[in-house]
């Protein structure tokens, strides 16, 4: 079994900055890439970043220049922190990985989801 726990969510000013967190623990056997999507009220879920396994980083063009995906393979953990705030970066922010389980078992690959995370920019 895998959980996801992300924590790092409020209440920002627009200008503001917060920092998202999301630890993945269970029987992991190896992490490929890690990331964070978005859903706004009404609205599909999106890609914000993501981190693959060999470093490689990619954002979406809205959030370029103001957010940062970092990641600690150490601690199986991948980071978003978020400066220049904005009303429409209002949304419930999701953890993603794209996981190996095992060895026990057998080697498996699951996509697993964090819960979610609410990020709300207002005055």
């Known amino acids: 079994q895998v959980q996801l726990v992300e924590s790092g969510g409020g209440l920002v000013q627009p200008g503001g900055s917060l920092r998202l967190s999301c630890a993945a623990s269970?029987?992991?056997?190896?992490?490929?890439?890690m990331g964070w999507y978005r859903q706004a009220p009404g609205k599909q879920r999106e890609l914000v970043a993501t981190?693959?396994?060999?470093?490689?980083?990619n954002y979406a063009d809205s959030v370029k220049g103001r957010f940062t995906i970092s990641r600690d393979n150490a601690k199986n953990t991948v980071y978003l922190q978020m400066n220049s705030l904005k009303p429409e970066d209002t949304a419930v922010y999701y953890c993603?990985?794209?996981?190996?389980?095992?060895?026990?078992?057998?080697?498996?690959?699951?996509?697993?989801w964090g819960q979610g995370t609410l990020v709300t920019v207002s005055s």
């Open positions: 993603n990985a794209d996981l190996v389980l095992g060895p026990s078992g057998g080697l498996r690959r699951l996509d697993a």
């Open positions: 981190f693959t396994s060999g470093g490689d980083t």
């Open positions: 269970g029987s992991i056997f190896r992490i490929n890439t």
